[in-house]
């Protein structure tokens, strides 16, 4: 297999098993126990994320976050006395 081709199926198999929803360090651990070269294998990494940044939308505008306070009856209790405080009457 030529140096070319050799990336190229490394490079689709990372593709297409990240669609599948495979994370990058199973497959690139699987690659390592088949035997592949572990410089190929970072380099499809990270090409492959430079592809799919290329495809990711870009965001133009901040969201807007609004926050609205509901108000409902919130009753706080008071703690409890401790067992010996309640047994001998103490505060």
């Not at 035997?35 to 492959?48: K, L, P, Q």
């Not at 592809?51 to 609205?68: D, G, N, R």
């Amino acid at each position: 297999m030529r140096s070319d081709e050799y990336k190229t199926h490394i490079l689709e198999y990372f593709k297409k098993n990240m669609a599948k929803g495979y994370d990058t360090d199973t497959l690139k651990w699987a690659l390592i126990r088949q035997g592949y070269s572990r410089s190929i294998i970072d380099w499809a990494m990270t090409e492959v994320h430079k592809q799919l940044a290329e495809k990711a939308p870009l965001l133009h505008e901040k969201p807007e976050i609004s926050y609205q306070a509901i108000e409902e009856n919130v009753q706080v209790s008071q703690p409890k006395k401790s067992w010996w405080k309640r047994l001998f009457g103490v505060d």
